[in-house]
Structure formats: structure tokens, C-alpha cells
Nanobody, 118 residues
Framework: QVQLVESGGGLVQAGGSLRLSCAAS????????MGWYRQAPGHQRVMVAT???????NYADSVKGRFTISRDNAKNTVYLQMNSLKPEDSAVYYC????????????WGQGTQVTVSS
């Protein structure tokens, strides 16, 4: 079993930056890819960025060039650096971890609120 603890959300003005962190504990050998999703009120949860254990990344088109995902495999921690934030980035951000098998996240964080004011 893997537990995820997120931190770093908050309120920021448009154009500002935030950095999210997600630390995974438990069965570290069960961790494969890691990533971030977000869910705004009235919308579905959508992928923001993912990173494989080897460091390959994938981003939603809406955040390319503004957000950067990274991970520290020794610490089982994934980060999301968010720059040039826009009001439409406001959402609850969820950390996600894939297991060794399966094409969907096996574990989810509790979510952290990001609010961008205009």
C-alpha cells in the first residue's frame, strides 16, 4: 500500500507561481509513474502532468510551457512547479501514482486547493 501526502497549494495572484509536492510512503517498490491531476468545480478530473520512473514527461496542452513536473526517486516525491498561473488554473490538484501494472493511477492524494485570483 502507498500513502500520498500533498503540500504547497494556496492562493496566488495571476502571473504568480506555486510549487506542489507529493511524498509517497509505504511500498516504494510499487511505484511506477507519478503525476498530477486537477478538478475544478463542475468539471471532471483531468490530467495535468505525468512523469515516468525514467523521467519522461507528458503535459496537458493547457499547461505546456508554464508547468514543470519533476521527481526525486530516492525520496519517492513528485513536484509540480507552476509558473505564470491563470485564474483558469484554479482547481483541487491531486497527486497520482501508478503501480507496476495497470494504465490508471492506483493511488491518489487527498487533494490540495490552488486558487488563482485575477
Amino acid at each position: 500500500q502507498v500513502q500520498l501526502v500533498e503540500s504547497g497549494g494556496g492562493l496566488v495572484q495571476a502571473g504568480g507561481s506555486l510549487r506542489l509536492s507529493c511524498a509517497a510512503s509505504g511500498s516504494g517498490r510499487s511505484i511506477n509513474a507519478m503525476g498530477w491531476y486537477r478538478q475544478a468545480p463542475g468539471h471532471q478530473r483531468v490530467m495535468v502532468a505525468t512523469i515516468t520512473s525514467g523521467g519522461s514527461t507528458n503535459y496537458a496542452d493547457s499547461v505546456k510551457g508554464r508547468f514543470t513536473i519533476s521527481r526525486d526517486n530516492a525520496k519517492n516525491t513528485v513536484y509540480l512547479q507552476m509558473n505564470s498561473l491563470k485564474p483558469e488554473d484554479s482547481a483541487v490538484y491531486y497527486c497520482a501514482v501508478w503501480g507496476i501494472v495497470g494504465d490508471k493511477p492506483a493511488y491518489w492524494g487527498q487533494g490540495t486547493q490552488v486558487t488563482v485570483s485575477s
